[in-house]
């Protein structure tokens, strides 16, 4: 079992920055591909990105490549999505999530998710 429980979240202004963290506990949790995704109000939640065991392999969204950074510190079984240049458009609850294997980019694969964490990008 891995329990997840994000942070970070918060409202900030078009163009500014938020880091969100995500904090892994249980089974051998620095093993699992973790992802990030997204669900706005009246929408299905979306894959953002994503990064493997050793950070040696990174999915983006394409609406988030060159803003977004996913990075991992698995000493600290850790997740991170910097989120830079944040447009109106990222409002939504963030999630955090970790998978064994398969297409990290399809959340149905996904054995575990955090609770979640509003960002909300005001114009």
């Known amino acids: 079992q891995v329990q997840l429980v994000e942070s970070g979240g918060g409202l900030v202004q078009a163009g500014g920055s938020l880091r969100l963290s995500c904090a892994a506990s249980?089974?051998?949790?620095?093993?699992?591909?973790m992802g990030w995704f997204r669900q706005a109000p009246g929408k299905e939640r979306g894959f953002v990105a994503s990064i493997n065991w050793s950070g040696g392999s990174r999915y983006y969204l394409d609406s988030v490549k060159g803003r977004f950074t996913i990075s991992r510190d698995n000493a600290k079984n850790r997740v991170y999505l910097q989120m830079n240049s944040l447009k109106p458009e990222d409002t939504a609850v963030y999630y955090c999530?970790?998978?064994?294997?398969?297409?990290?980019?399809?959340?149905?694969?996904?054995?575990?998710w955090g609770q979640g964490t509003q960002v909300t990008v005001s114009s």
């Open positions: 249980g089974r051998a949790g620095s093993t699992y591909t």
């Open positions: 999530a970790a998978r064994m294997a398969g297409d990290p980019r399809l959340a149905g694969g996904y054995a575990y």
